[in-house]
């Protein structure tokens, strides 16, 4: 099914070469201020073409709101957009038309289940149906930030093997969009760049690792049973195309360490006057609910499946075919991940943060 | 919510303390063979007490079905189990209770959220309540097993530093209960072993990681957009006490390589004639819809937050507090928590192969 | 499937022949005082063999709490509870074991949709199953009159023509239980008495209509669209055993007014100062939302479809078939299913009043 | 929420004066062929202006496919259409804007949910939203008719006091749309007509009853419970703007019958071979499950609020207003509410149909 979320839902439309893709946000509470200008931004930041790393597919990506907001507030009724396809070159992918399976991709698994694939392009299962997510996201994050003082962020923290070292209290957030890359450290971002192009000059692709991280997230949000935070955040990142990984806090290390040198003690807040956690192993959850402190995790992608270079590969059915080395993909979809990343955390807590307001 | 899953699924009660631990199985199909004994073997592998590596709390955790199950068959009506709480040592809690908050535990959130602890000891937050969910997997794997040909498998393969390094297809796996640690290589088992005494003598506890596989599946499960066979299948495990990563096929591993090397390419099956994918990288999903290749992932378990040692904490309001040595808890949750895996797999795989069969 | 609600949920489990039957609350808030003697109350105005007018069978149907209480609180956990089943004389039912298909009843269709008839009587399909929505209802009225004012209450106003012609808001609803056929009116409830004797007497059954009320709602529960008050509600009735018709407000009867007649004008209420309808043809619903009148609708049962008659039937394999004349059926079901109406609804308001709770 | 339905869904969005009204169905399985001309139809049938007996409102409503469809015939994937809207005459709507309550409006219930009334006429609440209800009971129409074999007609058989006495079986349904009133019987239709343009004359407005009847359904579709088919039927109809009652079969008229005269005896039937019910006081349903026989149900409405006549009431603050005698309403709804009446039944059997499928 195309819906997420239980209390702030959207539910997606839309194929890669089809007229529109587009979403309905339902659950967004009335009076919220909200401009199209905001959407296209999020929007901005995941098109095609945006830069040199990207694919040079040109999309405008333009979105239109068509109810739900009225003289630039929400009414509380369903809040549907749609962006219109533009530049649908369908003809890119005679060879999947022909029944080529593309390694990496979902023809094979999707002829399975539903008999046929889309040979448009990904159709369905193409990561520009991730574009609704983005727009349906920016609401959620609007919402989070204005009534609830809520901020989400985040940045690319490996390309391959190249990482990030600087520990994440010391980045400058503010630099993310800074580099084409979206890692906040200048040096580090140089690298990833070089990595990136090198990649594509070998004809190759690569992935890499985002990290998240959401502050001004009240103490107790998510449910302690099934609805644990990091289970219903864990599934929102993994439900992201070419995402293999997901931890929170400390995450694999965890699983490493002396429970004395990985328990959180408390301690009393000097300018609050509250209790806390003196350390944050834990990723900002305790008992899968929110503790106040900020939220952090990370999502590994798996490199591009598709390859500027010639490949064999077989049909369905078994036969030998060539998949053409055109196409027009990214070398590395980690700094387009980056909003799709945010949009989705966004989504989760935003129903997070709905949910709680009725248990008030 | 207390409700896991969509077509097949598992409502859950109970409280650590309270009069018993149970749930409901709704729309698990008629004429389904089912013995109480079944249940009960799967409910045997998680009980406290059973072996020297766990805690020496001692609870039979005898299961009862109350409807759903006549003359050994399932009617397709709810099937509704209970087990009756027997050692309830509330005493050992009194200092929670006297509003100590334990680092690593829920008291610090479930305090902000629900306004209260239960100073019965974890109350629903405790790890009994996977209980519940281990007698429902067991209905969930029966179910998989007897109609779609499907084995959910886990073991133990991390303990803190300790690693598994035997290739999976080289493990013998009806060797996983043949000792107490549940990792099937008896080698690579003393060792851990030997590691969570060594965290026992040292006062100490430790964490680790836990491999699934489920082989058999039909190509094609799972959902394209939100529903991903491993957002369901991360999000179920997200959601077992303790983990802080999930991560399926090469996960973190794969954000290293290049996807020349990452992709699985496709390959003509000698034995059935047809096309499969020649490696497995991916580790049995593509586009989020299983591929008919062994399901395979990995999940890591921080270690036991409470601690066989005197600490000092803090009470919600600021005061000093001492948790005092005493508690009977385990040093590691590794080899229990193995029945678990498997349990949120089968429901999650069972829910999906039930809505897969509406769509063909 | 057996849940229903969604933020205040019931899920319901047992057969009528089976070990036990009962459910699990799930969204109940925390703090609740409640107490398994008000649950019990509510059951043994259902229970069989309560009076001379209905069933002879005789089950005491104790309750037990099993989870989700403690020290007479609710914990905001699920409340589990269960009841046993005791009569269970299943060989009152060997001509149906023996595949005679009772008119009226659900062995028909049953058989087609499951292959399988429960053949120990009614089975999930019996209005047994009715006894878990009593105990579920019965946490909701307190839910509500606890926490928002709200009281539910329900009576016999029909039985087969005779009709009670008091106008509601001149019955003393005190009085519905002070007869064994819960019509408040003792003149109108002696002749409905005598009405169900006579059906007896002559080896038949009867069917009526029961009227229910809420007062103290406030304005605008429910939801504008799908989930409207009238919606929400008429399907919670319509799920009831038996029941053939439900209306609001005039009802049918609005169908045959001109809109100036059935219109509620608006008028200023001298007491409150605050403006509210004059009238209440609308059944206290505008809009598919409370307008804080009180909420009138009427529900019709078909006459029971068991008779005390040797009747003649066939098998689902076309072979006649004799149904004997025993069985220890009602022949008048009004009288309990007043609590089921009255719980019914409390589900429906509890769930709509906890919603209403998050927009706030 | 604005979702209906949990396999076949369909989730509607926009206001009567915004910039579009649509939806989106999710769960239309793959290769259904359907053509935006069908989907036309049925909006024409709903369209205002369509004849003298509806609003002069003029307004195409032309529906655009933005997703799921890709040379007539659908993909599986989820179904976005859209309808602009055109006639948005506003100004009409300047009582309203100034906070007049209109009596049997959603005014005063929508302000106190929301704390605004959204002045452009109706919004939200307007019967336009009904719009997206037909299109997406159109595609579920569809579906029925070509896997299934299912049909679904309505018909209007009463308009206030006239009722439509000619036997539901000896209608020719081939001649509904031959009227503008939607009544398959000319003579009746004549009368009704007459008594809608005396309405007008008089400037008032009546309500009346839709009959509606589904055939080739097969034995078992429902859900034995909460989910039972006139449950579900009965809130899908009570949803409609302006339905104050439902009734299956019989009816509130079962209520009256003894049981030996309701039941419907099994029967050999000689064509088939097969038991069946030998008459249909059931109304096609037992136990909740459909029988096979013909569906069976009427929808009672009540008379439209809007009356073309100067109107006095209030304002929410209790000032004295005057509701204008213009505006542009139908004297009566019901032919524009049979297309509803039937999509909303498309919707409900479509849902019921595609789950049974799964339990196959």
């Not at 946000?25 to 095609?48: F, H, K, N, W, Y």
């Not at 692709?205 to 609805?227: K, Q």
């Not at 590969?313 to 799709?340: E, N, S």
């Amino acid at each position: 099914m195309n819906t997420f979320g239980t209390h702030f839902r959207l539910t997606t439309f839309g194929e890669s070469h089809g007229a529109a893709v587009g979403g309905i946000v339902d659950g967004c509470p009335a009076g919220l201020a909200i401009s199209v200008e905001e959407i296209q931004t999020a929007l901005d930041r995941r098109r095609p073409g945006q830069s040199a790393l990207t694919t040079p597919r040109q999309e405008a990506d333009r979105v239109e709101i068509l109810s739900g907001v009225y003289e630039g507030r929400t009414l509380g009724t369903p809040i549907a957009f749609v962006v219109r396809n533009e530049d649908q070159r369908s003809a890119d992918y005679g060879a999947i038309a022909a029944g080529a399976l593309r390694p990496g991709h979902a023809e094979f698994t999707w002829l399975a289940k539903y008999g046929h694939v889309d040979g448009r392009g990904g159709g369905r299962s193409s990561a520009r149906e991730t574009l609704a997510r983005v727009a349906g996201g920016a609401i959620a994050a609007t919402l989070l930030r204005a009534r609830a003082g809520i901020e989400i962020r985040a940045w690319v923290s490996s390309v391959a093997e190249i990482d990030l070292t600087v520990p994440d209290e010391q980045l400058d957030l503010s630099r993310i969009d800074s580099t084409p890359v979206r890692c906040p450290d200048p040096a580090t971002a140089a690298r990833m760049i070089a990595r990136i192009e090198a990649a594509r000059a070998a004809r190759d692709s690569v992935g890499g690792i985002v990290t998240g991280t959401a502050t001004g997230l009240p103490v107790g949000l998510g449910e302690p049973v099934f609805g644990k935070l990091p289970a219903l955040l864990g599934g929102a990142m993994l439900g992201i195309n070419a995402v293999k990984g997901f931890e929170i806090g400390d995450g694999f290390a965890a699983a490493r360490l002396p429970g004395s040198a990985h328990n959180d003690a408390f301690t009393l807040d000097d300018t609050t006057g509250r209790v806390r956690p003196a350390t944050n192993h834990a990723g900002g959850v305790l008992g899968g609910l929110s503790t106040g402190e900020p939220l952090r995790w990370r999502v590994a992608f798996k490199p591009v499946a598709t390859l500027p270079r010639e490949t064999a590969t077989l049909t369905a059915t078994g036969d030998p075919a060539i998949l053409p080395a055109k196409g027009r993909h990214d070398p590395c979809v980690l700094p387009r991940a980056v909003p799709i990343v945010e949009a989705m955390a966004a989504l989760v807590i935003a129903d997070l943060w709905l949910l709680r307001e009725m248990s008030r």
